[in-house]
């Protein structure tokens, strides 16, 4: 009886019914959209970003972040290696080298940054190779062939096919020095990385360096970003009774803590997103409440009759209760269902930039699109925020229907 009461008194005013359902069907239809695209392309852009170099997670020695020296690397050998062929959701992964050095000819001499890389795993892992502006990348065909950076072989004002020198200090405290040839220059589009990157094979490093086995980091490629966590924790705890050669310890870094800057930016950008949505929730909620308000005002009469004739004022909020749950959950499977095939349509079919934004995108090595997402957990806390604020305007016109007198709800004008 509750229900189908309910259900008539709805469409007693139909227009008013329709236009506050309309309005909670926008608003979840608006906050879906908005969220999915927001959620969508941070994934697309994270995922374009570790795939270019960072890569999902490394492994590398506690401390290394603060302080990346060579002192703090570690074997990369069968122990480590088996660690990391027990996680099913670990795809690929790669060892890398990073030190400093000097390069230089006849004419200039820079500072520079070695990232030393196995070209053979490195491809399953980042897209390196696909950064590469002239010639070729680093290959086990020529392991003394590097890449520089394309304003580093500016300033030194040489050109690919020429040989160059660089010294390093090793991990035995000696200096290293090797004579490479360019075989190709890198474009990441950040000035200074460009200015001083260099790229060799990891075994020119390990002799460059005197590293023998070690390394600095391995780079880890999983099967999805919102794995991370999972992947993190089951090698953490793999890696915790590893005994190293010396007092440090391994550990699994994931994204956020390899790059805490683009984490924070992101972080910056999703509370601004929330911060709207939450603008126009609250919208929605004053129409929600002028719908019931209304409601209960141009039926006092009515109550007072009802409340006269012995109905108990609960069975009134019970019924209006019912009413703005019909009204609530209309507009919300409407919106949603909307959102959803909007969201898919998005998905396949990403929003491009062009012109000087496309460029700027690039730049950066990310894809020049908006794309969306359809993870449950936006549908899921859209529907949350929107029965919330249905609650929460519920209860003053509730309180007001509890403390209502027959004869005060009669006379009611």
Do not use: C
Not at 51 to 75: A, C, H, W
Not at 216 to 230: C, P
Not at 328 to 341: K, P
């Amino acid at each position: 009886m509750y229900f189908k009461l309910a259900w008539r008194n709805i469409w007693r005013n139909w227009r008013r019914a329709i236009i506050t359902m309309a309005a909670i069907m926008f608003a979840v239809f608006l906050t879906i959209i908005m969220r999915g695209m927001q959620l969508g392309t941070y994934d697309k852009n994270i995922q374009n970003t570790l795939e270019m170099m960072t890569s999902y997670l490394q492994i590398q020695v506690v401390g290394y972040l603060d302080n990346p020296t060579l002192r703090k690397t570690f074997n990369y050998d069968e122990k480590v290696q088996k660690i990391l062929n027990s996680e099913e959701k670990i795809i690929a992964y790669t060892p890398r080298i990073n030190a400093d050095g000097l390069i230089g000819n006849k004419t200039n001499s820079f500072g520079t940054g070695i990232i030393a890389v196995d070209p053979e795993t490195e491809r399953k892992v980042s897209k390196l190779n696909e950064r590469v502006k002239d010639g070729e990348f680093v290959n086990s065909q020529n392991k003394f062939g590097i890449v520089v950076g394309y304003k580093l072989l500016e300033n030194l004002q040489a050109k690919i096919g020429d040989e160059i020198v660089i010294l390093s200090s090793g991990y035995d405290g000696t200096m290293g020095n090797l004579k490479f040839k360019i075989i190709g220059t890198s474009k990441f589009g950040q000035t200074e990385f460009d200015k001083m990157s260099v790229f060799m094979h990891i075994d020119a490093a390990r002799e460059l360096l005197s590293m023998g086995n070690k390394v600095s980091a391995v780079a880890i490629n999983i099967d999805n970003l919102h794995n991370s966590d999972e992947v993190k924790s089951n090698l953490n705890e793999k890696l915790f009774d590893l005994k190293l050669n010396n007092d440090y310890k391994l550990s699994t870094f994931d994204w956020g803590e390899l790059l805490p800057s683009m984490k924070q930016s992101i972080e910056f950008d999703n509370a601004q997103g929330i911060v709207t949505l939450g603008i126009l929730l609250a919208l929605v909620a004053f129409g929600i409440l002028n719908t019931v308000v209304m409601s209960i005002t141009e039926r006092y009469r009515e109550f007072g009759v009802l409340i006269a004739l012995g109905m108990r004022q609960i069975k009134l909020v019970i019924i209006l209760f019912i009413e703005t749950i019909f009204i609530a959950l209309i507009g919300s499977i409407v919106g949603s269902i909307g959102g959803y095939f909007l969201n898919y349509y998005l998905l396949l079919n990403p929003i491009k930039f062009s012109g000087d934004m496309a460029e700027m995108y690039e730049e950066f090595g990310w894809e020049a699109a908006l794309y969306s997402s359809l993870e449950p957990s936006i549908f899921i806390s859209t529907l949350i925020s929107i029965f919330s604020i249905v609650l929460i305007v519920y209860f003053l016109p509730a309180y007001r229907l509890m403390k209502l007198e027959a004869l005060k709800g009669i006379r009611y004008t």
